[in-house]
């Protein structure tokens, strides 16, 4: 049974926001970045990163020198900028975060108060805005003063960024000092993606990290190309500004961000970076013909699409072959046992179709084969989750899939060579059966079952794992299926803002059966799977991001920092959680599960016939309500009721269909004089009104999917007479206070 988290929020976390000087560039009204310069710096007293940013502001008219300061790890508050005001020959305009003045010969930031220093892990910027860098000299120094208790008082003086000539190219201001990535030997960044930006007719192009911006050679097809100023019109740029910092860059043409509708350049082809300080990124192979409408003024030819809509199905005694293609498949692909599915040389792109699900199947049943050979299986732009569920035979070599999870269960056997199983929140390996090898690869994430009755013993456990040479029974020595693994990587856990907590995969996952006998102790979870069978069950304070414990059974988890979710499957039980974050429920049966002062990020009834009472408690992110779909959930019909809010990420991202849920709604009303109401009537479409609880009315409405995001007006009627009309659909928060007129 699948029981990963979900993607929902995703999309949003990576869409830059507003921050300090302008919107992301990929916003026309953006300040152009020439250049940026970042720098970490070891003190006796810990690190600082040091961060310079150099940025046009076309509309405003003017540039700024932007400095920012990251105490990384000293303990203790800092204070004090001191730049030669002999440096500039205009006078500037001040504009800083905290306080700051203008002496007779030094630009000067002395944040002394409290609200302006930076403690530990803070940060705090420094703008130097002028009408034209014409007029500012080199600046050649500054200085930062550690001015708290117990740091006493030191100075630190930096070099930082020369002049910057306008009418000049990037290229004539050098990024400056090398990163620390570069300076520590690490290897050149790595462009992940290469995608078509429809709204503003540009290309995007990502990294798995962000490279020093300045001085970049872009190349096209092996053919040198500038970023900016070059003879075809394109202009490269990052998509946020540098502080945020930017994940990729767009190519686009002035005007920024003008569109590449008039400009030579392939919607086809390998590209690559030549970055100073850090080396040449990979060359990368695009097609955005394939999948997007890609429009430029280049006549270059590029291969052709072939699309399948709806279930593509391989037959028993049938073998599909998949050869030196561009495929899109919308909807599930199934292998039926006996079929053969060989993708050899081959971009796949897998999205939902009419699937009800975000997430979208590759079934590969008991008997079946599926090959994979130097191919790529990837969601199209439009977007989905492609998850692969094996129960026969599968191989994957020399390809770099994006698949989201891959699922072992039954007698399946799987086998994974100079691979990749990363996707941008995903990437997980989840293994509950069959035999898995996986060798010289790299997974996002590492999902183990403990069977019935089996022991785990665990501490110590990190996200970014290498495994030499290693067997799951090392971990988990009553394991009934095999896993072996030999010079693999397990990404780092290294999520952060919106993704940072919540359903997606990185590090380690454990999914602990009910009968199982856990010790985990001191380690760093992505999620830790709980199975409630029937019994009654209390757990409290279980938290993300910091060090938390469980008991339950012969389950004993203590000084568990989990980063992602807190799961629990609920069958026919009953289960309170009290002052909780992060939860992910999934529950079956005629459970009945109390939420109080606690917050769930993922619900995912399956098969759900009873009731969800909620005390003060919030749902956001993620959730599906399905009914009909048989590897999903066949029915759900449940009850919601008590004081809930419910956020508009999931208003955004709940999939529905074919399931039923009754709300109740707590309506505190209240008369004229203040006084409470509770011999409230209320009449509207499918409303039954629950009459007097004391400190409250009740009605309720049972939504399907027809009208569960539609608005429904309730009227509320007091001594036969029509008070009032409410308005209420599935997500509003309750209770629902209201005065009558």
């Known amino acids: 049974m699948r029981r990963t988290g979900w993607w929902a929020l995703a999309c949003a976390a990576l869409v830059s926001l507003v921050s300090g000087f302008g919107v992301s560039p990929e916003s026309a009204s953006s300040p152009e970045v020439l250049a940026q310069q970042s720098t970490t710096v070891e003190t006796p007293r810990g690190r600082l990163q040091i961060d310079v940013y150099v940025t046009r502001d076309s509309a405003a008219g003017t540039d700024e020198y932007r400095y920012q300061l990251s105490n990384i790890d000293i303990a203790c508050a800092l204070g004090g900028l001191a730049i030669s005001r002999s440096d500039i020959e205009a006078e500037p305009e001040s504009s800083l975060r905290s306080a700051g003045s203008i002496e007779t010969d030094q630009w000067v930031w002395d944040p002394l108060s409290a609200a302006g220093q930076i403690g530990p892990g803070q940060r705090n910027e420094f703008v130097l805005r002028v009408p034209g860098l014409s007029e500012v000299k080199a600046i050649s120094g500054w200085t930062w003063t550690l001015r708290s208790s117990p740091c006493g008082s030191n100075k630190y003086t930096f070099t930082t960024l020369g002049p910057y000539k306008p009418g000049s190219s990037v290229a004539a201001f050098a990024c ?97 970076f030549k970055i100073p300080c850090e080396g040449t990124t990979n060359e990368f192979e695009y097609n955005l013909k394939d999948v997007t409408s890609c429009a430029t003024a280049s006549g270059k030819q ?15 005694g049938q073998t599909m072959t998949l050869e030196d293609t561009t495929y899109l498949q919308r909807g599930n692909i199934r292998v039926q046992a006996g079929g053969t599915l060989l993708i050899r040389d081959t971009k796949l792109w897998v999205a939902r179709g009419d699937v009800p699900t975000i997430h979208v199947y590759i079934f590969v049943e008991a008997g079946a084969t599926l090959r994979v050979e130097r191919s790529e299986i990837a969601p199209p732009q439009e977007g989905g989750l492609v998850c692969l569920m094996n129960q ?137 799977f709980v199975d ?11 938290k993300v991001g910091v060090p938390s414990s469980l008991r339950y059974r012969d389950i004993d988890v203590s000084n568990v920092v989990v980063q992602g ?29 109390r939420l109080i002062s606690s917050h769930m990020c993922e619900f995912i009834p399956r098969g759900f016939f009873g009731t969800l009472e909620c005390e003060n408690a919030t749902w956001s992110i993620a959730g599906e309500i399905l009914g009909g779909v048989s590897y999903h959930s066949k029915a759900n019909d449940f009850t919601i009721r008590g004081s809930l809010s419910i956020g508009a990420d999931v208003r955004q991202n709940l999939q529905w269909k074919g399931a039923y849920v009754t709300r109740e709604y707590n309506v505190v009303l209240n008369d004229a004089s203040g006084s409470l109401v509770t011999d409230a009537i209320f009449k509207g479409p499918g409303t039954q009104s629950g009459g007097d609880r004391s400190s409250h009315s009740v009605f309720s409405i049972r939504f399907d999917e027809t009208n569960y995001n539609k608005p429904t007006s309730v009227e509320v009627w007091r001594g036969g007479k029509k008070v009032l009309t409410l308005t209420v659909d599935f997500f509003t928060a309750t209770p629902i206070r209201a005065a009558l007129p």
């Not at 500004?241 to 994940?247: D, R």
């Not at 052709?304 to 028993?316: F, Q, S, Y």
Request: glycine share 10%.
């Open 302 to 316: 590029c291969p052709g699409l072939t699309t399948h809509e709806g279930e593509l199905v391989v037959t028993a």
């Open 565 to 593: 979710q807190w799961p629990f499957t609920i069958n026919n039980a009953q289960v309170t959680i009290r002052d909780s974050n992060y939860l992910f429920l999934q529950p079956s049966g005629t459970s009945v599960i």
């Open 532 to 542: 409630i069978n029937g019994r009654t069950a209390e757990f409290s304070n279980l």
């Open 176 to 272: 400056g000092a090398c990163t620390e990535a570069a300076s520590t030997g690490a290897p050149p960044p790595r462009i992940t993606a290469v995608s078509w930006k429809s709204d503003i007719q540009a290309v995007k192009v990502e990294f798995d990290r962000f490279p020093c911006w300045g001085n970049w050679t872009m190349f096209v097809d092996g053919q040198a190309m500038p970023v900016t100023g070059g003879p075809q019109g394109v202009e490269v740029r990052p998509n946020a500004p540098l502080n945020e910092p930017p994940t990729a860059v767009l190519i686009g043409s002035l005007p920024w961000c003008g569109g590449l509708s008039a400009v030579d350049f392939p919607c086809c082809g390998t590209i690559q």
């Open 392 to 528: 026969g035979t599968v191989s994957i070599s020399d390809s770099p899939t994006q698949i989201h999870y891959l699922d072992m269960s039954g007698d399946a056997r799987l086998t994974i060579e100079n691979s990749e199983l990363v996707y941008t929140i995903g990437g997980l390996l989840q293994v509950t059966g069959g035999s898995t090898t996986v060798r010289n690869s790299t997974i996002g994430a590492l999902g183990l079952r403990v069977p019935p009755y089996g022991h785990l013993n665990a501490s110590g456990l990190e996200s970014g794992s290498y495994l030499e040479s290693w067997d799951v029974h090392q971990l988990i020595p009553d394991a009934d299926y095999e896993l072996v693994m030999d010079k693999v990587t397990i990404l780092k856990d290294d999520f952060s803002g919106a993704l940072e907590h919540g359903p997606y995969e990185r590090g380690w996952i454990f999914f602990l059966d009910a009968t199982s006998h856990a010790s985990i102790h001191d380690c760093e979870l992505r999620k830790l």
